[in-house]
């Protein structure tokens, strides 16, 4: 994998995280769905900024990945896109205070591991 194609990698991924961190937001505007709420909730969403700007960020990670796919082989972008975990896990832990335990640690180390792994030139 070339510098410009990790870079657009790297925006995919970094704009599919941006896209879950915004709809997690929206999600906690929400409330928590039930049962007796679920119809009100779909129907909400469309009317929630930050699902709608969630939606959009993973509509241009699709095409940064789209971009990505006419230049690097599935078998490389695909499992490369794991990134996304790792910036998942970081993002819930500085902005939503959630914990990283160790064996989290661990599964993140795995991850970056896998994809330098993978996409290293010979």
Known sequence: ???REFI????SVLSASCGQFLLKLGALKLGRASGSNVLSHVLSIALTPELVAGLTMYGLSAVFYILLLTRVDLSVAGPAVALGYVFSVLMGHFL??????LNRMFGLGFVVLGVVLLIWKK
């Open 8 to 11: 657009l990698l790297l925006i």
């Open 1 to 3: 994998m070339t510098f």
């Open 96 to 101: 939503f205070q959630e914990p990283i335990f």
